[in-house]
């Protein structure tokens, strides 16, 4: 992994019983959105299980500009759908990777 390279991680929480239409919202907008980003290399999203109204997006970027400048691919009706599921504003931030562990074998 290249030193220049940042993460994002981001976690948004749906209002009560919303969380099954937060999940659907981030798989079929947000992730499609984030994948054709120029910069995006790599996303994963995920629920948590102790709080299913609460997910994670885990992204990788050749630059924080880049993953700034991935907003464009959403469109601002989306955007406000969105804000409609939300229990409280989006939470993200900035991380650059110390050590990465890759396991080798199969459990």
Not at 3 to 23: F, N, S, V
Not at 29 to 55: F, H, K, V, W, Y
Not at 57 to 76: C, F, G, L, M, Y
Request: charged residues 20%.
């Amino acid at each position: 992994m290249s030193a220049t390279t940042i993460k994002r991680i981001g976690t948004m929480t749906a209002q009560p019983d919303k969380g099954d239409e937060l999940a659907a919202f981030a798989r079929e907008i947000i992730m499609p959105a984030l994948q054709m980003a120029e910069g995006c290399l790599s996303c994963e999203l995920l629920r948590s299980q102790s709080d299913p109204n609460t997910i994670m997006i885990i992204e990788h970027w050749t630059s924080e500009a880049h993953h700034q400048a991935s907003v464009k691919h959403i469109r601002p009706e989306d955007i406000q759908r969105v804000m409609g599921l939300l229990a409280g504003a989006p939470a993200g931030d900035y991380y650059h990777s110390l050590t990465l562990f890759q396991a080798d074998h199969a459990e």
